[in-house]
């Protein structure tokens, strides 16, 4: 009976509080959301079991910056061993990007380099969020930077970023950027139809110019070079987004290339998603400041898609009349590749009964939105590091 008793006293249904079943229902939600509307499945669902995980008592399957290693213990435990080789160290985000380079063709950017300003335009929101963030919501310098970024929707600079800068705010910065990646398709089109008129989503651009080969294989590396001598800090994630664009356009690296973007990138967000789940502790998780995050990502991602969209409007104001743009593909400046085009491809040719379908050209300010939210971290870290 004493060992029954022990056996008891030992499980984890008697160290359950009430944080861990509201984050069992959190995991839950991001995994029913993944499942039912394909929400990310790729990081919900890793991220939603590894909040499962976290809050389970005694389990010891939960990950935090703050973790202090026993003298007793021989090893890590699981997630906190790749938290700490993984996120600590930056290596994790960096080989995603490699993967990301892999798989994008910047041949719509190259073909029309105008849209470039896009992408740059579309990264408003990452900077009015971290301003209101530290201004309105109390929040650090180091902290809202890292709620700022979530105004590129781009989820592996999130995490970068907020691995060096605020590591206790992983768990709520993460979730924030992939959910509303996921929510593209239900956040942009309000927006475009507020911003545009229906001649502006009627304007036709014309055919690109044509991309040689050449051009391809010098510009990952052109701009690795250029912008890691400019920000140094953005070098990693630059510089391996360019290097894995490089592996496939280069013609002769086929299976590098396609381990970059396909089993190394799997492997990789799978460690990525588990762990990002495993610090949203009930404790650390269910606090003010992680709906201050949640509100001010919204608020950064609007911004984001508005600036895009404005930005190209005024473009036109300056543009001959037979070089317009079509003001929608502003919004595709955000760095959620390919769906943001794709979006902005749907809305337009809704609106034009399929009479214009500028898929490609949103194409353009599409990759250029993944560069320019890796900058704007370098600038964050350069000015806050």
């Not at 938290?83 to 990301?100: D, N, R, S």
């Not at 895009?308 to 079509?326: D, E, H, Q, S, Y």
Request: charged share 10%; hydrophobic share 55%.
């Amino acid at each position: 009976m004493e060992a029954i008793g022990h056996l008891i006293q030992d499980a984890g249904f008697a160290h359950l509080t009430w944080q861990n079943l509201v984050m069992f229902g959190v995991g839950g939600l991001l995994i029913y959301l993944a499942v039912t509307r394909n929400y990310e499945p790729l990081l919900l669902i890793p991220i939603g079991f590894g909040a499962i995980l976290a809050n389970l008592p005694l389990a010891m399957l939960s990950a935090s910056s703050s973790y202090v290693h026993a003298d007793s213990a021989h090893s890590l435990p699981l997630l906190q061993l790749i938290y700490q080789a993984g996120i600590k160290t930056e290596l994790l985000p960096p080989v995603i990007f490699l993967g990301v380079g892999a798989l994008t063709d910047f041949r719509p950017l190259l073909s029309r380099p105008l849209t470039l300003l896009l992408g740059a335009a579309a990264q408003v929101g990452i900077f009015i969020a971290a301003l209101g963030a530290f201004y309105l919501f109390g929040f650090s310098a180091r902290e809202a930077a890292s709620i700022g970024i979530i105004g590129g929707a781009d989820g592996p600079t999130s995490i970068f970023i907020t691995a060096i800068m605020a590591p206790h705010l992983l768990g709520a910065v993460a979730v924030a950027a992939y959910s509303y990646m996921a929510l593209v398709p239900v956040i942009q089109p309000p927006i475009l139809r507020l911003l545009t008129t229906p001649q502006e989503r009627a304007i036709a651009t014309g055919k690109g110019r044509s991309v040689s080969r050449a051009a391809v294989i010098v510009f990952p590396v052109a701009i690795a070079v250029l912008v890691s001598l400019a920000i140094p800090a953005a070098a990693p994630l630059v510089g391996m987004l360019m290097f894995g664009n490089l592996l496939r356009e280069s013609g002769v690296t086929e299976r590098l290339s396609k381990t970059a973007g396909g089993p190394l990138i799997n492997i990789v967000t799978i460690f990525l998603g588990l762990v990002i789940g495993a610090t949203m502790s009930g404790a650390s998780f269910l606090q003010t400041q992680t709906l201050f995050i949640l509100v001010l990502g919204a608020i950064a991602f609007a911004f984001s898609t508005a600036g895009g969209i404005l930005f190209a409007k005024l473009l036109n104001l300056v543009l001959p009349a037979g070089r317009k743009i079509n003001p929608c593909i502003g919004a595709a400046g955000v760095s959620a590749v390919p769906m943001s085009a794709r979006v902005v491809q749907k809305f337009v040719s809704e609106h034009t009964n399929g009479r214009v379908n500028p898929l490609m050209d949103a194409m353009g300010p599409n990759v250029a939105g993944v560069i320019g939210s890796a900058v704007a971290a370098g600038v964050f870290l350069a000015l806050l590091r």
